[in-house]
């Protein structure tokens, strides 16, 4: 498949065969950085090697081109404070590129979105993220925890990590289900005991390690039953 030879190619250009001193000289001197034409150049090569066809050379030159396009707008675009989420911009719209090659050979076709069971999976897979955290946020909102006084032991914590991990961990227990394997959704469990609650037991805060077991058990809960209500 012509999808797969260009992204087995951009895997390679982007990541393997790009070292991190040609992503700082690219970030520093932007459009003037000889590695960004190199990098382009090794992307394009690469594409033509993997389809191994050479009446496709126009597709590994069109990749080469929107690869250039796409670096170009993300170096001249992209601060300190942008730069994570250009980079997913950055490789969103590389594998659209890929994408839409692909779609011009007739390789994919849209006939997944008149399947229901994939259409139920993906609902359940949304629902399970943000919406999910509201809910529970709400469910949790007459409990939260404040601080008992002045001598409260605080923790840090890194900006909305318990939101995604939350997230990741609803999706990871709805994977597990959905491929049988609900010895996972134990592992998780005890992974998540481990690592969570020994902290809070130090701390010796019990409201607050009330609170933060009322959570995962409702995230848990809530992965487990949407994932039997697709099954």
């Known amino acids: 498949m012509i999808f797969i ?23 520093n001197y932007k459009l003037k950085s000889k590695f960004l034409y190199l990098h382009v150049l090794i992307h394009t090569a690469l594409s033509l090697i993997f389809l191994w066809d050479l009446q496709l050379w126009w597709v590994a030159v069109l990749v080469g081109i929107t690869h250039f396009i ?35 050979f007739q390789e994919f076709g849209f006939g997944f979105l008149q399947n229901q069971e994939f ?9 399970l993220t943000t919406p999910a955290s509201v809910f529970i946020k709400i469910l949790l909102s007459s409990w939260t925890p404040a ?39 134990g592992f998780m469990v005890a992974a998540k005991s481990v690592f969570r609650f020994s902290d809070l037991a130090q701390a010796k805060q019990r409201k607050l390690t009330e609170y933060v077991l009322i959570g995962t058990l409702l995230s848990f809960g809530l992965a487990v039953l949407t994932g039997i209500i697709i099954k």
Request: charged share 20%; aromatic share 12%; hydrophobic share 50%.
């Open 147 to 185: 601080p008992d006084g002045p001598n409260t032991i605080q923790t840090e914590s890194l900006s909305s990590a318990g939101k995604y991990i939350g997230i990741l961990e609803r999706l990871m227990v709805f994977t597990f289900i959905m491929v049988n394997h609900w010895e996972g959704v």
């Open 5 to 27: 030879k260009l992204i087995l190619a951009h895997l390679l250009g982007d990541f393997t065969l790009q070292p991190n001193s040609w992503v700082a000289d690219k970030e």
């Open 119 to 127: 259409l139920k999976i993906i609902m359940a897979a949304l629902f």
């Open 70 to 104: 796409i670096d170009a707008a993300k170096l001249t675009f992209q601060n300190v404070k942008t730069k994570k989420r250009w980079f997913f911009i950055d490789q969103l719209l590389h594998i659209l590129v890929i994408a839409g090659v692909s779609f011009y």
